[in-house]
């Protein structure tokens, strides 16, 4: 049976949307500011747009879109209430929710940003305070000593391992060392996707650098650190042995090459990524985890650098590496727990 389609193009837009969309979004003329969201990420601004085209979708098909009011005058308790539980009865996660929301609101800022957005603040924290993570991300998280050590062990035995071809080893040759990599550099899966050679990733006699500028980091801070020494070994394998199987005589820069021969996507990264972890700790591991496996670490480890944290994983709220700190002493009281309670069964049994 066809899905029927619940969202609006941009086409589709009412007329008053469309022009402040597209107004938040030019580029000024000279002595001209710039849009609101003029310095947004084409990433973000395609997320607002999937998510702002629901809400006039759900406005349409509940007869509750007047194309002659303003974006905030459709704003209300009630039509922000019926579409909240539209998203509920659809089977969307709390989280979700949340997001399509905050979306919203995000949208009505840069269009509209002299309105009176309390109504939809409001809500935001609402819906904030009650989300519930579908999944549990403490009891995936692992040290990333582990997970270099887990990473390293599959390419050192690369070559013992049974594969379909060489083009499948070659493959997860990749895949390990994309998973390495992040143990020790957990960079945003947008910026590990785009590593170019010569651009990005920079050899300097025997070092490789890693650059990225300021337009290219989701801070919006330029970003530069050395390739890790203990993975060079295996970076001048893959880029001697694997990496031009994989490229079949194609002739891009990019780092992370696809057994098609041509570079690799975000949402292949990410796959991968995924499966190799499973493969290799019993537990699905995406790129953006690792970055929460660092900073648990480092709360764990060294918590009077907790604030360090906060820069080293380009997060723009301290609240953000507070959560992770936060976590990580929950995952040590765990611990500690575990330890009393096998501690007391060993002296119940010696009784």
């Not at 809400?55 to 579409?83: F, M, N, V």
Request: hydrophobic residues 40%.
């Amino acid at each position: 049976m066809k899905r029927v389609r619940t969202s609006l193009l941009l086409t589709e837009w009412p007329a008053k949307d469309q022009a402040l969309w597209q107004a938040a979004n030019s580029t000024g003329g000279f002595l001209a500011p710039n849009g609101k969201a003029a310095h947004w990420k084409n990433k973000t601004r395609k997320g607002v747009v999937k998510r702002y085209s629901l809400w006039l979708g759900y406005l349409s098909s509940t007869d509750q879109l007047d194309p002659d009011k303003s974006p905030c005058e459709r704003i209300t308790e009630e039509t922000l209430a019926g579409y909240v539980h539209w998203l509920e009865a659809r089977g969307n996660a709390s989280t979700t929710v949340s997001s399509c929301v905050r979306d919203i609101y995000e949208a009505l800022r840069v269009m509209d940003p002299d309105a009176n957005h309390s109504v939809i603040k409001k809500l935001m924290i609402t819906l904030h305070a009650r989300e519930t993570p579908v999944r549990a991300k403490h009891t995936r998280i692992l040290h990333p000593d582990d997970l270099l050590s887990g990473a390293l062990a599959f390419l050192d035995d690369i070559l013992n391992r049974e594969f379909y071809n060489e083009a499948s080893r070659a493959g997860k040759y990749r895949d390990g060392l994309i998973v390495a990599f992040l143990a020790c550099r957990p960079i945003r899966l947008g910026n590990l996707s785009a590593i170019t050679l010569g651009q990005h990733l920079i050899q300097d006699g025997e070092r490789w650098i890693c650059q990225f500028e300021a337009s290219e980091m989701k801070d919006h801070c330029s970003i530069s650190f050395s390739f890790p020494d203990r993975l060079i070994p295996y970076l001048q394998i893959y880029l001697g042995r694997y990496r031009p199987l994989l490229l079949k005589g194609n002739g891009f820069a990019n780092l992370w090459i696809s057994a098609r021969g041509t570079p690799m996507k975000e949402q292949s990264v990410y796959c991968n990524t995924c499966s190799m972890t499973e493969k290799l700790f019993g537990r699905e591991l995406n790129p953006h985890l690792f970055r929460d496996c660092a900073a648990s670490a480092l709360a764990t480890d060294d918590p009077e650098h907790i604030l360090a944290i906060a820069r080293i994983l380009g997060h723009a709220s301290i609240n953000t590496t507070q959560r992770h700190y936060n976590q990580s002493q929950m995952i040590a009281a765990t611990v500690i727990y575990h330890q009393v309670m096998k501690d007391l069964m060993k002296e119940e049994y010696s009784l």
